[in-house]
């Protein structure tokens, strides 16, 4: 593939030569800066030869295309660049369908109409003042058909990636209504909970026990110390109730 790649180089600098010696022939009056276009002998030539540039780039696997890109030769180099962007959709070269020759400031510009396997492309080869080819670029040819329905595949692209952006940023704003609730219980959240305050304790009063006594006891005993005292006998009297005096004994002194 090299030594192909060699032969396409070859057939490029025979027709600079041809380039070079029709510029030398040009008036010595004219500005360094114009250019003469070829016969179309020379033309022709030259559509030819890049015609086999691309057949011949059409043929290379990938790491050939990788291995010419990551090259020194500057055309080689957009050569493989160039047929790594479009040449999936073309395919295998055909033919040159048809090719022309124009000057441009002060460069060649051959425009060929390449027939590929899956369809048709416009290649343009740029050359400088000496012939030198520079540049290349490879534009597949779409139908009408394609391209309606390639730019209606963009607009319901379109379409979709804006009504997900409304969606997401009605679901957002949904959301703002959280935000109080949320920003309230983390208040609460932040603040100290406040002690319980302990119950009061209710005191409860001690019942004091009282001696119980027989009341038939207490009776005769009392009754017998004031038959003692009234010296009489405690048939005398009777003993109908007894009750707790509040004076003290210090009253009675």
């Known amino acids: 593939m090299k030594q192909t790649w060699k032969k396409i180089i070859g057939l490029i600098l025979i027709s ?36 086999t540039v691309l057949q011949n780039i059409s043929q290379l696997d990938e790491a050939s295309i990788k291995s010419y890109m990551e090259g020194d030769d500057a055309f080689s180099a957009a050569a493989a ?33 390449a027939k590929f396997e899956n369809r048709d492309a416009d ?23 394609e391209k309606m329905a390639q730019a209606g595949q963009n607009t319901v692209m379109g379409i979709g990636i804006v009504f997900i952006m409304l969606i997401f940023l009605s679901f957002l704003i949904s959301l703002m209504r959280f935000i109080p609730k949320l920003e309230a219980a983390l ?40 038959a003692a005292s009234e010296n009489t006998s405690t048939d005398s009297f009777v003993v109908r109730s007894i009750r707790k005096s509040k004076k003290g004994n210090w009253h009675r002194a």
Do not use: H, R
Not at 20 to 43: H, R, V
Not at 131 to 139: A, C, F, K, L, M
């Open 16 to 51: 600079v030569c041809i380039l070079a010696m029709t510029a030398c022939g040009k008036n010595s009056s004219e500005e360094t800066s114009s250019l003469t276009m070829p016969d179309k002998a020379s033309q022709q030539s030259l559509i030819e030869s890049f015609g």
């Open 81 to 113: 660049s160039a047929w790594d962007t479009s040449g999936s959709s073309l395919g295998s070269f055909e033919e040159v369908k048809d090719g022309k020759m124009e000057i441009d400031d002060d460069t060649y510009v051959v425009t060929i109409d």
């Open 123 to 145: 290649c343009v080869f740029i050359l400088d003042k000496n012939g030198t080819p520079t540049s290349v670029s490879i534009d597949p040819v779409y139908s009408m058909g």
């Open 187 to 226: 208040s609460k959240k932040n603040k100290a909970p406040e002690q319980a305050k302990p119950a009061p304790v209710v005191a409860v009063p001690e019942v004091e026990e009282e001696e119980v006594i027989d009341d038939g006891e207490l009776i005769a005993v009392i009754a017998a110390a004031i």
